[in-house]
């Protein structure tokens, strides 16, 4: 059968689920925040659960949230707090931190352009470091923002563009946001995942481009990414295996194989879903950067 294209280790731990394998190497812990968000936390641990996810060895931290596009009461900032604390976790607020804040995508096309809307967002504050002569801050870090764009507009390998930027900020964090896929399409308005292995751009849709991980960068990378799209041949073959029969599934997995099919799918909210995940994900941050202003 063909494999789903997913950037979800949630996802990739309910595939084991469904196909009955124990697979060794990771831990998964799951909690409940309040009625609307439940927490999921797998930890990758051994080369095995390498091998099984598809992913390096770290901390991948799944949102599930309920009613954000149906705007129920506060959950916009329930679950930026809950993101916050998160964050937090991973990244130790300091007098002297100093975090870089891309975001990743074309803003041009809407799918793709949660990253530059949530950077958008995000409070700045390198420029007042400088103004004032400050080395540092109780209140507040030191953040720059950028979005690079994708290469398809520049014509440079974005990764690139992103190394030389950490180069001059000289940041202690690398927060990246980037639109992810999902074999899931109902996680398109109810997925948020973290992680601490940085990221591999266009990995869940199979165009894999330069890493931008600590390896590349020289400081720590935070992923923080929000499904948009799925595959186009994932929902295909979920269809096939709903239907329950080994002859649609094999005759539908021959189709997929002999024709050329890398086509995308969004949700019809999607131009709500970016203007809602981009605003969580900048409050979240900015909770977690400037504790004295979003205390």
Not at 254 to 283: L, P, Q
């Amino acid at each position: 059968m063909l494999n789903y294209r997913t950037d979800l280790a949630v996802e990739r731990s309910q595939l084991l689920d469904e196909a009955g394998q124990r697979a060794q190497g990771y831990i998964k812990k799951e909690s409940q925040i309040d009625d609307d968000i439940s927490v999921i936390e797998i930890t990758i641990t051994e080369e095995e659960g390498e091998k099984v996810f598809g992913k390096p060895r770290g901390t991948y931290i799944t949102l599930e949230v309920k009613g954000v596009l149906d705007e129920k009461d506060s959950i916009k900032e329930r679950t930026a707090r809950a993101l916050a604390d998160r964050l937090k976790e991973l990244i130790k607020f300091d007098y002297f931190l100093k975090v870089l804040v891309v975001g990743l995508g074309n803003e041009k096309v809407t799918p793709d352009s949660l990253g530059p809307h949530t950077v958008d967002k995000v409070k700045i504050t390198s420029h007042l470091f400088r103004i004032f002569e400050c080395d540092g801050d109780w209140e507040m870090a030191n953040v720059s923002g950028f979005n690079p764009s994708v290469t398809g507009v520049t014509g440079m390998e974005t990764a690139d563009l992103i190394e030389r930027t950490a180069g001059l900020v000289k940041p202690d964090v690398l927060i990246c946001i980037d639109a992810l896929a999902a074999r899931d399409i109902g996680r398109l308005s109810t997925t948020i995942q973290v992680c601490d292995t940085g990221i591999f751009p266009g990995a869940g849709m199979g165009n894999n481009r330069k890493e931008i991980t600590e390896k590349t960068m020289g400081c720590r990378v935070i992923s923080i990414g929000v499904p948009t799209v799925i595959d186009s041949r994932t929902l295909l073959i979920e269809a096939a295996e709903k239907i329950n029969d080994p002859m649609v599934e094999t005759k539908l997995e021959n189709y997929i194989e002999s024709r050329d099919m890398d086509m995308i799918v969004t949700s019809t909210d999607i131009d709500a879903i970016i203007k809602d995940f981009s605003d969580i994900i900048s409050n979240a941050i900015n909770i977690t950067l400037h504790p004295g202003i979003y205390s």
